[in-house]
């Protein structure tokens, strides 16, 4: 056997030792695992005399094996028969080592894949698919193959009430920054027609070669989740409104104690003109106000708001209803903006404000007259930015409420300072319009307007 090259560094053996033995010093240093099949598989190609190639493990100096490819060439007399073999021998090692890697690499992706509860998607540059992997068919109905050729698109899926959503959604992650992610809940339509819900995760990128944009997320079915919580919604719903019917009529025990009260002490002749008996009333009117706001809460299809403006005029209607004035015609103008709705922490003080100031104008205004105006207007103006959860600006999600409150009577007497009034009608009103971190202008002319401005940040 001849042999030429690096033999030391892959064998361990110097030129001249090999040279005078036989391939038994060859088959000695294959991998004992292989030793018989690299025989084996000499022979027949020999026999068949084609050229081929081997790859097995040899053991080198140290006496480790590495990996070696083998190409042989087969010499042929002139009767078509092999004498002689020319093969060249080369160290593979590093490059079985990085096949070795990548197919334990290609496993464990196969086997997260298997595994993976959602679809595992790549977009090129148009949002066509690139790969899908994953639940793709258990999820939508529809194969990987019939995404990947086209048959079916995703945008085809998704539910005709959330298409616009999502769009919006996908021109807004083309003109993002790299890398910054997106998620999204919305319903598609399975193969079937079955509505699901599903969650989208992704984002933008681009590869390290400097080209087209790509795309990259996951989808994951929450259906189940969002029918848990939609039947949660259901369930508090219903518990809140119990809850706020409950109150409600506390409140109106309250009430009517109150006005038991005020009866007791009507009885007493030392005290029938007294402001007692007006003090009683009031607190109860002031009860009831409260209680009204419970009880469209309880008729309310909102879970913990309130459409304020049905309920301003139930409230104004009672107030005119208690408080009807004698041989005094006064007409009501409600100009207030439909749909607003508010949350407790709003309507009760604003409620309980126009209580005061309408009661204090059906009581006051009017002295000696037979026609009097009082007019309510409720408008809104959103203003104002706020970061999302993506840290974009969103216009106008702040929104500025002003309520005015007028009447054509008589005036505020001068010497009451509406700053620190002495009256605790007034000094109730100032203490919520506080709470409301609004504001309170008094406006005297040709009558009395109060204007109030305060802000709502959404929850």
Known sequence: ???????????????????????????????PEECNKIWEDFGKYLEKGENFQLEYRIMEANKNYIWVEEDVVCLKDENGNVNRVFGIIKDITERK????????????????????????????????????????????????????????????????????LVIVDIERIQTSPYNLSRKLDFRILDKNGRKRWVHLRYHKFQEKDGGDDKYR??????????????TLKKIEAIRNKEIHHRIKNNLQVISSLLDLQAEKFNNRECIKDSEVLAAFKE??????????????????????????????????????????IENVDVNLIMDVE???????????????????????????????????????????????????????????????????????????????????????????????????????????????????GFSVEPR
Request: hydrophobic fraction near 35%; charged fraction near 30%; glycine fraction near 6%.
């Open 97 to 164: 080592l990085t096949e070795e890697k990548l197919k334990v690499s290609e496993e464990k992706y196969r086997s997260f894949i298997q595994k993976f509860d959602g679809i595992a998607f790549q977009l090129d540059e148009n949002l066509f698919p690139e790969f899908m992997h994953g639940r793709v068919e258990e999820i939508t109905g529809y194969s990987e193959k019939e995404f990947l050729s086209g048959q079916v698109l995703w945008l085809d899926l998704i539910h005709p009430d959330d298409k616009p």
């Open 1 to 31: 056997m001849f042999w030429l090259g690096a033999t030391r560094e892959l064998m361990g053996c110097e030129l001249e030792d090999l040279e005078s033995v036989d391939t038994q010093v060859w088959l000695n240093q294959i991998h």
């Open 338 to 452: 439909k749909n607003i709705f508010f949350d407790m922490d709003t309507a009760v003080p604003l409620g309980m404000i126009v209580n005061e100031l309408v009661s204090n104008s059906l009581k006051y205004a009017f002295p000696d007259r037979d026609k009097g105006i009082i007019q309510i207007k409720l408008s809104s103006k959103r203003t104002g930015h706020k970061l999302n959860d993506n840290r974009e600006n969103v216009p106008g999600t702040s929104t500025r409420y002003t309520l005015a409150i007028s009447d054509s009577g008589v005036g505020i007497p001068q010497e009451i300072n509406f700053e620190n009034p002495d009256t605790l009608g007034l000094q109730l009103v100032n203490v919520l319009v506080d709470q409301l971190d609004g504001e309170i202008e008094l406006i005297k002319n040709r009558g009395t307007t109060f204007k109030i």
């Open 217 to 230: 997320g996951t989808i994951y079915d929450i259906t189940e989740r969002r029918i848990a919580e939609d």
């Open 283 to 324: 607190s109860q009117y002031r009860v009831m106000s409260i209680a009204l706001i419970h009880e469209e809460l309880h008729k309310s299809e909102e879970r913990n708001t309130l459409n304020f403006s049905p309920y301003l005029e139930r409230l104004v209607e009672n107030l005119f209803r208690i408080y009807r």
